[in-house]
């Protein structure tokens, strides 16, 4: 009825129980241990020793468990606050960034010697077609239509529309853009207009005048919008075709319109003396 693994099971528990009753009448008596306490000691004490270790066993993984715990606990409390400092010089950052750029606003200011309004750049035509941003300055704050908007770095547009707390700025790179120019070493005059390609192009410069590759680009004036020698860009490419009168002159702005952040749009209307070409 019983397999031999039940017999030696229940043989073990009788074996330490004996073992138990016989440690603990000799502890009483205080007298010498007999030969049957011997043996019984000498063969439980493997099992004794088993469960001793598996105890100790047990008991270290549940001291380094909690201390596991413990340590985790501290990860994630020392994680939280490395993700705090990061966002804290993050925003230090974006804060030195911008005074940066505000403080090259303010030098341009105070070179242009004209009445300005700085505004932020607060949104994007998402449509491929247009080259437009939103701007948070509007009638409001002085902002009309057909008012030019430059950076530290060229010309930026113009204002397309105005409503009382924003404003529509046409950047130059847009094809339905036009501003007056003139190669700044030769003074050769042509009309710069913005290309899909993210280049401009400076067109009715007549094949006589000489154009090369790295020439600055600024504005002539003469368009009764922008002041005269703001920068616009430098020649990229130059090509004279075997037939017409014309060049045709590839620009690369100086402004990069996919960085632009803030700008400064001219409120006042320029003076005659300021459109001559000098």
Do not use: C
């Amino acid at each position: 009825m019983f397999s031999k693994k039940m017999i030696l099971i229940v043989g073990a528990i009788i074996l330490i129980a004996v073992n138990i009753i016989i440690l603990s009448v000799n502890s009483q008596e205080r007298t010498p241990s007999t030969r049957v306490g011997q043996f019984t000691i000498f063969l439980i004490s493997p099992f004794q020793n088993s469960i001793s270790s598996s105890i100790h066993f047990l008991e270290n993984i549940w001291r380094y468990y909690f201390d596991l715990v413990g340590v985790a606990q501290q990860n994630d409390a020392l994680s939280k606050k490395l993700m705090a400092a990061n966002s804290k010089i993050n925003r230090l950052r974006e804060i030195e960034l911008s005074h940066a750029r505000i403080e090259q606003l303010l030098e341009f200011k105070s070179e242009l010697k004209r009445q300005v309004v700085a505004a932020a750049i607060v949104g994007k035509d998402p449509s491929p077609w247009y080259k437009t941003v939103i701007i948070d300055k509007g009638r409001d704050s002085g902002v009309q239509r057909g008012m030019p908007v430059v950076t530290p770095k060229g010309i930026a547009g113009l204002i397309m529309d105005a409503s009382d707390a924003y404003a529509k700025v046409l950047l130059i790179e847009d094809q339905n853009s036009a501003v007056d120019a003139l190669v700044q070493g030769t003074r050769a005059r042509g009309i710069i207009k913005g290309e899909p390609s993210g280049l401009l192009s400076l067109y009715y410069v007549l094949r006589r005048h000489t154009v090369a590759k790295g020439d600055i680009i600024i504005s002539s004036g003469l368009d009764g919008v922008f002041p005269k020698g703001l920068q616009i860009g430098y020649v990229h490419e130059v090509n004279k075709p075997s037939s017409g009168i014309f060049q045709e002159v590839f620009v690369t702005p100086f402004v990069d319109f996919e960085k632009l952040e803030e700008v400064l749009i001219l409120t006042d209307v320029p003076q005659p003396e300021e459109l001559s070409d000098t």
